[in-house]
């Protein structure tokens, strides 16, 4: 029982904290690091001193196979494609450079809060296939499920740390969803066309960016301080890098994936069992 | 035959489930349980305990849905840890009430293997059930969820089920659902469920297997909730944007209804053969004669006897119908199945089937992507006392004599079987029977057409009257099924109709000028009675006019309720030949006769005793 407190103890401090970050004011001065307990203070950055990260995501080895996509049966979303398209599990660029990467600050901003983005972030149904195949989103922040297709889509998501959704889409139309927990990365499929999938990443903070087809990646604005960045991709699964930004400075990031990584397991949010840490036990009552 | 349905997964004989009487009440059933039950009534049961005995089977302890059993299960029991549940009142990707929780632990979930708990445990240990269901997750933890408002169902008919069927089309459920409801649509063959397991698009020509309830009612709050953990998405969002109407929602739930039969079908045990006296035996699949032919229910269940067993059947059923000419007997067999086999679409499907339900049997099948298979049973010789073979095909002693038909190959052929896996094809010479097939919108109609007297000897003599027995095996090549891995019947009885006799053509004349003239005389003696009563004189001889009176009303009543005896006997004769019409038509004249008979009698009795 005494566990059990405590395991709803923590989960009060969470929503608390929440609360807290939605209503209070901000300091405007620098995070508070170290005072974890305290509210964050939103809207903590002042331009004048903060730093970038930026950086490349690479690849090297052989580049998997990725089978072409046969959309055959809708030929409004194939007349959309030049070319034949193909699934988008791997997509690599020129000069070795890693696609669909998701990257973000993973630790450092513990102690500061940001307001919720007042524009959607938009993941567009086009021609059978999402655009962008990996999305990042604050938390709280409207994600505009777009159909542009005019055809049945279905948006199933399935996160594991937030609760999921399937909205079904017959038609041209927006649909809004947010997530209220951070959570790398929620699942997103449509089960009408088997081949269409994408990834969001939810973080409670403005700092996340998705690799282009060069690899270039940049984390613009960020307070001074020490920080993990951590990169996921779908297939190869997650690196992550420790940085200092300095007042004006540009840290630099390197994830160079491998073929190696392929197959390894890719995290996909976190155990949510707060009842049952150890996965699936039962409570002991 | 008790044993098979019993042990059939699909809860098939709950054929009340959706009774309107039977919702009201457990509406109120349910409304008082949730008022009355006192919380601390609820406290005294172990929910855990109760769970560990009755769910743990199939749920697992942990709640994972990865109990022992649950490798022979297809859907796989709910993994409560992921608090995603199927049956709400809540929008996509909320949480269920407690009230949808219990409505699901109380009625089961149709279709799958999670049987209703309602007569088997307490209320309140169902209540502790829900209780405990909710520990499997953080996320029953937050604010109990709101149900959403579903407003009215709006009133069916005719309008309704055709704006339905355009609404149908126009948010294209036909994608997963097909265009006749069959589970055929092109993206079928590619769906998952949340845990990576494949997943049907159900048919919607079997309410009575609808997950969430086949109802006007629950159709509607699927297609605003979703069924969570599912490809079956809200359609919430399309009323809220404008896209549609909520009444145009209501309407669709209307038109999915109409797909169904107004009733869950009903398992008769004896199948009639019509005889067509002036009509040829069909010879295609598409004759006219098929849409009048009556309709016959036989439910299939997997084959979990012999090894390798098989726990996910497609086929959950086949229609029979059958007529003979005197000569020839035809029978037509039709059952849902999306795919005509093997189907390169679908392999993959199969084979995941094949993978999740990960057989230990020897011999299990490894693929899928073989052809679809029906097999009709019979015995291979008629016993005296109707002693019937093995039902799965036979044995050694009593062998049973099998017409089989596969979608790769043409036509049909005759077998003799001493059990599953054994049939051996009779040669050529001793084959006799024919088969036509057709695939279209997600159901197979296969033809049987055979000689009901072949000349042979050792063949089975089909002979008009007589009760056959007739079993079904059905073998979907592209969800993974061979062999012994398939679906079957247990069996059933063949009646061939008889020709109607001559008497059932003359009688009702002969009937209807004999009530006409026992009617006059019945009026005549009153009148004639009546007429002397007035004479002074004549008291001694209206006495006796009484009684005469008396005698023939008497008589005439007993003759009536004779003749009525007698059209109850036309009646059935013309039932269980078949003739459905002179069935109805004599029961007509026969409760009109014994009306007339009984009125006779008593009116009789009145009219002489106020007499004296």
């Known amino acids: ?119 959607a972030a938009v993941l567009n149904q086009d021609g059978c296939v ?111 890098s420790n940085v200092t930004v300095t007042t004006g400075g540009t840290a630099e990031i390197s994830f160079e994936f491998t073929e190696a990584m392929a197959g390894s397991p890719v995290p996909m949010g976190e155990p949510i069992d707060l009842l049952h840490p150890d996965g699936h036990q039962a409570v002991d009552h | 035959m008790s044993v098979l349905q019993s042990s059939s997964p699909n809860g098939l004989s ?136 579903f407003g009215r169902a709006t009133s069916g008919g005719e309008d309704a089920i055709a704006r339905g069927e355009e609404v149908y089309q126009s948010v294209e459920c036909w994608r997963c659902h097909g265009q006749q409801g069959r589970g055929d649509g092109e993206s079928a063959p590619t769906l998952n469920d949340d845990a990576g ?70 398992v008769e045990e004896v199948v009639t053969a019509q005889l067509l006296t002036d009509t040829p035996l069909p010879q295609t699949v598409e004759d006219v004669i098929w849409e009048e032919a009556e309709r016959f229910y036989v439910p299939l269940a997997g084959q979990i006897v012999v090894q390798p067993r098989w726990f996910n059947p497609r086929v959950d059923a086949v229609w029979v119908q059958a007529v003979h000419d005197g000569r020839e007997l035809a029978l037509l067999v039709s059952w849902g199945d999306p795919s005509e086999s093997p189907d390169t679409l679908w392999t ?20 899928s992507g073989t052809a679809d298979q029906l097999v009709v049973q019979f015995p291979q010789q008629l016993s005296e006392g109707q002693e019937r073979p093995y039902f799965l095909q036979g044995d050694t002693r009593r062998p049973a004599y099998t017409w089989t038909w596969q979608s790769d ?9 001493r059990g599953m896996g054994t049939a051996a094809r009779q040669p050529d010479s001793e084959q006799h029977v024919r088969a036509t097939a057709q695939h279209a ?7 049987f057409v055979r000689p009901l007297d072949t000349g042979g000897e050792e063949d089975l003599a089909l002979t008009a009257g007589q009760a056959v027995p007739m079993a079904f095996q059905a073998w979907d090549g592209d969800n993974g099924e061979s062999g012994s891995q398939g679906a079957v019947s247990t069996w059933y009885f063949l009646v061939l109709g008889q020709p109607t006799p001559v008497a059932v053509y003359v009688a009702p004349p002969i009937a209807l000028a004999l009530t006409l003239l026992f009617g006059l005389l019945v009026v005549r003696q009153a009148q004639v009675g009546s007429g002397m009563w007035r004479e002074p004189d004549a008291a001694a001889r209206a006495k006796r006019a009484v009684k005469r009176t008396q005698l023939a009303g008497m008589a005439v009543g007993v003759i009536w309720l004779g003749m009525a005896f007698g059209s109850y006997q036309n009646s059935r004769t013309g039932w269980e030949a078949g003739h459905a019409d002179l069935g109805f038509w004599w029961a007509i004249i026969g409760g009109l006769l014994a009306i007339a008979g009984l009125g006779a009698l008593i009116g009789t009795w009145i009219h002489t005793r106020t007499s004296k």
């Not at chain 1, 690799?211 to 940049?218: P, Q």
């Not at chain 2, 190959?409 to 079987?417: L, R």
């Open chain 1, 130 to 240: 999402y655009r962008p195949h990996v999305l990042g989103a604050q938390v709280g922040q409207d994600i505009t499920l777009r159909n542009s297709d005019g055809l049945l889509h279905n948006i199933n998501a399935s996160p594991t740390e937030n609760r999921g959704f399937n909205v079904s889409q017959p038609v041209n139309m927006d649909t809004n969803r947010s997530f209220p927990v951070a959570e790398v990365m929620v699942p997103v499929r449509c089960d009408v066309h088997g081949w269409m999938n994408s990834y969001i990443g939810v973080v409670d903070h403005p700092y996340f960016a998705v690799s282009g087809s060069d690899g270039s990646v940049s984390l613009d604005g960020l307070p001074p301080g020490d920080y993990v960045i951590e990169a996921w991709h779908e297939q190869l699964g997650t690196m992550t």
């Open chain 2, 409 to 417: 190959i043409a036509g049909a052929f005759e077998s003799i079987a």
């Open chain 2, 441 to 447: 919108d997600g159901q197979w109609k296969v033809l």
């Open chain 2, 197 to 266: 397991f494949p997943i049907f698009a159900a048919d919607l020509t079997e309410n009575w297997r609808f997950n969430g309830g086949g109802e006007v009612e629950e159709i509607y709050r699927v297609l605003r909730t979703g069924l969570d953990g599912t490809p079956m998405a809200t359609f919430s969002d399309i009323v809220d944007a404008g896209v549609i109407t909520n009444e145009d929602l209501w309407s669709l739930a209307h038109y999915v209804r109409s797909l169904s039969p107004e009733e869950e079908p009903s």
């Open chain 2, 14 to 149: 709950k054929k009340l489930r959706f009774s309107p009487q039977r919702v009201v009440l457990r509406a109120l059933l349910l409304g008082a349980s949730l008022l009355v039950v006192p919380g601390d009534l609820i406290a005294q049961v172990d929910g855990q305990a109760v769970y560990d005995q009755w769910c743990a089977g199939c749920h697992g302890e942990d709640g994972a849905g990865a109990g022992p059993a649950a490798n022979t299960m297809l859907p796989r029991p709910r993994d409560f840890t992921l608090a995603l549940y199927q049956v709400r009142t809540t929008s996509s990707g909320e949480l269920p009430t407690d009230a949808d929780i219990l409505k699901v632990i109380n009625e089961g979930m149709p279709g799958t293997a999670m049987p209703g708990w309602e007569e088997v445990l307490t209320e309140a240990e169902r209540l502790a059930l829900v209780d405990y269901l909710k520990t499997f997750s953080r996320f029953f933890q937050g604010d109990p969820p709101t149900p959403l408002d």
């Open chain 2, 348 to 367: 993959d499907f199969g084979g995941q089937v094949v993978t999740t339900m990960g057989s230990e049997d020897e011999g299990a099948a490894t693929g």
């Open chain 1, 1 to 119: 029982m005494i566990e059990r407190f405590s395991e709803l103890r923590n989960t009060a401090l969470l929503v608390s904290v929440f609360v807290i970050a939605g209503c209070g004011g901000g300091d405007g001065g620098g995070g508070d690091a170290g005072a974890a307990d305290a509210a964050p203070a939103e809207s903590p950055v002042d331009a004048a001193t903060a730093g970038n990260v930026a950086g490349m995501v690479t690849f090297s080895g052989t580049a998997p196979m990725m089978a072409e996509i046969n959309m055959g049966s809708e030929a409004t979303c194939a007349a959309k494609h030049s070319t034949t398209p193909t699934e988008e599990g791997f997509v690599g660029g020129e000069n070795g450079g890693l696609a669909n990467v998701f990257v973000y600050v993973k630790e450092g901003l513990e102690s500061l809060s940001f307001p919720t983005p007042t524009s």
